[in-house]
């Protein structure tokens, strides 16, 4: 295993696109010239002759019977060319989908509704606004029922029950679930010196892509082919699913995700307007585009967290981590909609053991549905990571508050050791490989820990409240092995092809979709770097089923872990047919040749050498190739992973509270991160920055929430805040690289890791400023209010 630390980047290190050697580096992004000029190609952009445009109607009330739906005066518009409602839906066996946990959702609403925003009915126009206006004419008449808004409550006997539509249901119950051994940890529990428990809720949050939602469907009746393009983060799976749900033949379907404006795995979910937008093509026999709103967005589409959690951690006197318990209560919303791997309910909550040597661990766990939006795993969760993570880096603090340990001593003294890779945890993960202590240390010495402690204990004495908060995280991303996970029985390998024309230049097709990673680039560069051609030799692409391969898509942090992986897999079976090829051009034998980026030479007489392009032409040219040797040079991988890979991170957080008014002041983060070989330093950095603003969001402001009614109160930007450049300070990032031992080029996923690591760092920062009023804990978002009620010691009980 190898620990680098590698210095600041200076400006120099920045690599020209076109400068060689290529490969790995801090290569400018191929797409930001498109993207800097206004020139990205969104859906909403998509304008086809004849387009029609959708809207839909929605909900007002959060649990109603639907009496009756009159759509007459709707109709009556002169620019209306269809009202589709759940009745027109079920002529077609649409009303109802699958979701992609086994559970269904309704299309268009026919018997109730279950959540305010539910979709209801959609009208087809010429314009947007005939739409819009046409929805005003609508007239539904609910008789309206308690809600379920209360996830406390949603299991009482006298709690409505929201999902009557499912044979025998009599409650509100969705799943449980466990992991762990129960007696195990309570015989340690037992023996322990300390036991802290601490309840915690992780709120409901929303990723608020900047792009919402939306399609425009294109059912072509000459040919009997649909086109679609989609918000999706995952167009190939999307593309199954709509054969299997509408019943169209698969390759009569076309899915294409463009440009995508940010997806945090809110453009996982299949939503009931891509639904209707394609019936709406289907039945008027024309393009038809629908776009949500910011509201829509917000009240309607995948949301994340909602955990009610309690933590039970148990140690020796002096400080030694024996054991972790938790109970969670899971508020699912209406539907089931959560997108796991069907054998993990809960996602991989399962790591909430966080980067810890155990003797035992157990979860328990029971979800439930509310007349909320349904979703669960989104907004960088990496499949419920970032609540894992919460839980036992608040529940480490807790306990190092009991002990008054310093907080990072303690994590030291627990940390799993280098050695003890690849690492079986408690519930059964198997970390692949980490340093955590070298990383940990680099975040110490960029903060200058021993001068922050100083520095806090100076401005205690003043009556000042500086905290520094703490947290080390492991995460679990690149699902996965496809004798452990699936979606909906699709296992879960991801595709690359690799051709090389016969002027040497590449094109490299996925079949996961970026929403703003960079992968346009860093796929780039993988191949570069395996093959010596220059990046911007190179094109892309990705997110169109018709000229990709088939895959399940980009979340999780599984591209780089898993179709990375097939794109450098894919360019060495190539370099291995190229080196035959150039045995012939030489006239050696291939044990003669030797690589050199770029080009094979003969082994002692480097003068003697033949270049990928000349290998590439030669593939395609005339003349015989040696025997044996299929002219052209592609080459098709589909990789199956054989683990997880396991990124891990330590962050340090620095705020101050105004103790008149309460508000945090985050003043520092330091943020050391560990993916293993990072392709493009640069994008690494880049992905960081947003999940520590992320996570500064979640920790300070961000919170979807509802009243008695079901009424959703954050529904625009006026009332679900979302940080911005004044609330987050300058980010000091750093790196440790131990590679994974498992993934061909040693690179682990990073995209969510910032958001899962950041959220505790912050809140641990905040409750430690307040130590001197006595608080242990208060739950997120730390806004000005609850920090001064923790202040008064009325931290509001979870
Ligand atoms: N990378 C790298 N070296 C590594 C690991 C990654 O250079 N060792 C690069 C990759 O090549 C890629 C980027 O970093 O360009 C992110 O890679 P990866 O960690 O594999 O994550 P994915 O590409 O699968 O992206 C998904 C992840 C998720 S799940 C969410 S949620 C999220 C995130 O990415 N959504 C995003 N970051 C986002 N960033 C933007 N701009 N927009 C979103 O919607
Ligand atoms: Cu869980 S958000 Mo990302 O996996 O698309």
């Known amino acids: 295993m190898t620990i680098t630390t590698p210095p600041e980047p200076a400006a120099a290190d920045l690599v020209d696109n076109n400068q060689k050697p290529v490969g790995y580096g801090r290569m400018l992004r191929k797409e930001d010239p498109r993207f800097i000029r206004g020139l990205g190609r969104y859906v909403d952009d998509v304008q086809l002759p004849g387009m029609l445009h959708m809207a839909i109607l929605r909900s007002p009330v959060a649990h109603a019977r639907i009496v009756s739906i009159d759509t007459s005066a709707a109709e009556a518009l002169p620019k209306v060319k ?92 969705v799943f449980d679930w466990e992991t762990g051994d129960k007696a195990e940890t309570e015989a340690v529990f037992a023996k322990a010196d300390v036991v802290v428990t601490q309840d915690m809720v992780y709120p409901r949050v929303h990723p608020a892509p900047m792009e919402t939602c939306g399609a425009v469907a294109d059912f072509d009746r000459v040919e009997g082919k649909l086109t679609l393009w989609s918000t999706s983060q995952a167009p190939h799976a999307h593309r199954t699913l709509y054969a299997i749900v509408a019943g169209l033949p698969e390759h009569k379907i076309r899915v294409i995700s463009p440009d995508i404006g940010g997806g945090f795995g809110n453009k996982v979910p299949i939503y009931p307007g891509y639904v209707c937008a394609i019936v709406g093509s289907i039945v008027t026999g024309k393009p038809v585009k629908w776009m949500e709103d910011r509201t829509e967005n917000l009240t309607s589409t995948g949301f994340a967290r909602d955990y009610v959690m309690r933590g039970e951690i148990a140690a020796t006197k002096d400080g030694r981590i024996l054991a972790i318990r938790t109970n969670v209560l899971a508020d699912h919303g209406a539907f089931n909609g959560v997108a796991a791997p069907v054998k993990y309910p809960a996602g991989f909550f399962g790591v909430f053991t966080g980067s810890y040597q155990l003797e035992a661990a157990y979860c328990s766990m029971t979800a439930v549905y509310t007349n909320k939006a349904p979703g669960g795993v989104a907004y960088a969760c990496s499949f419920r990571i970032t609540e894992a993570v919460y839980l036992v880096e608040r529940l480490v603090n807790c306990l190092a508050y009991e002990l008054k340990m310093d907080q990072i001593a303690l994590r030291r003294k627990n940390f799993i050791q280098p050695d003890q890779f690849p690492y079986t945890t408690k519930t059964g993960w198997v970390y692949d490989s980490g340093n955590y202590d070298a990383a940990m240390l680099e975040s110490m010495r960029i903060a200058d820990y021993d001068a922050l402690l100083a520095e806090q204990a100076e401005k205690r004495a003043q009556g000042e409240l500086m905290g520094i908060g703490v947290s080390f995280f492991t995460e679990a991303v690149g699902a996965g092995p496809r004798k452990d996970m699936d979606i909906l029985g699709l296992g879960m390998a991801d595709g690359c092809d690799v051709r090389i024309h016969p002027t040497g230049k590449a094109v490299v097709r996925l079949s996961v979709q970026s929403q703003g990673q960079g992968h346009e680039t860093t796929y780039a560069q993988i191949v570069a770097e395996e093959l010596g051609i220059p990046p911007d030799d190179i094109d892309v692409v990705h997110g169109d089923t018709d000229n990709t391969p088939f895959g399940l898509g980009t979340y999780g942090s599984r591209s780089t872990p898993v179709s990375g992986a097939a794109a450098a897999v894919a360019a060495r079976r190539i370099r291995d047919k190229a080196k035959l090829i150039a045995s012939g051009m030489l006239e050696v034998s291939v044990a003669d040749l030797e690589w050199e980026k770029g080009s094979f030479q003969v082994k002692g007489d480097p003068g003697k050498s033949v270049t990928i392009s000349e290998i590439a032409m030669k593939a395609h040219g005339a003349g015989d190739l040696p025997p044996g040797v299929e002219g052209g040079l592609d080459a098709s991988v589909v990789y199956n992973p054989a683990n997880l890979t396991y990124p891990f991170g330590a962050y340090i957080c620095v705020v101050d509270i105004d103790p008149e008014t309460a508000v945090v002041k985050v003043r520092r983060f330091v943020a050391v991160d560990d993916c293993g070989t990072r392709i493009n330093p640069m994008i690494v950095e880049g992905q960081v920055h947003g999940g520590l603003t992320d996570g500064i969001g979640m920790a300070l402001m961000e919170i979807i929430e509802f009243d008695e009614s079901g009424n959703c109160l954050n529904g625009s930007f006026m009332d679900y805040l979302i940080p911005t450049a004044l609330e987050v300070p300058h980010w000091e990032t750093g790196s440790t690289v131990t590679p994974s031992p498992h993934h061909p080029i040693g690179a682990k996923g990073v995209g969510e890791s910032a958001t899962v690591g950041s959220p505790p760092a912050v809140v641990n920062a905040v409750v430690n400023a307040l130590e001197p009023f006595g608080v242990r804990h208060a739950d997120m978002p730390l806004t000005p209010s609850r920090v001064w009620e923790a202040m008064q010691g009325r931290a509001r009980p979870p």
């Open 82 to 173: 269809a009202v589709i409602t759940g009745e027109t839906l079920k002529g077609l066996g649409l009303d109802w989908m699958p979701t992609l946990s086994n559970d269904v959702q309704a299309v268009l609403a026919t018997d109730k509704v279950r959540f305010q925003g539910q979709e209801v009915a959609a009208v087809v126009a010429e314009d947007r606004y005939a739409a819009r206006d046409a929805l005003e004419l609508i007239d539904v008449d609910y008789d309206i029922l308690e809600p379920v808004w209360d996830v406390r409550k949603a299991l009482d006997e006298s709690a409505p029950v929201i999902r009557d539509d499912l044979e025998g249901k009599t409650d509100n119950h």
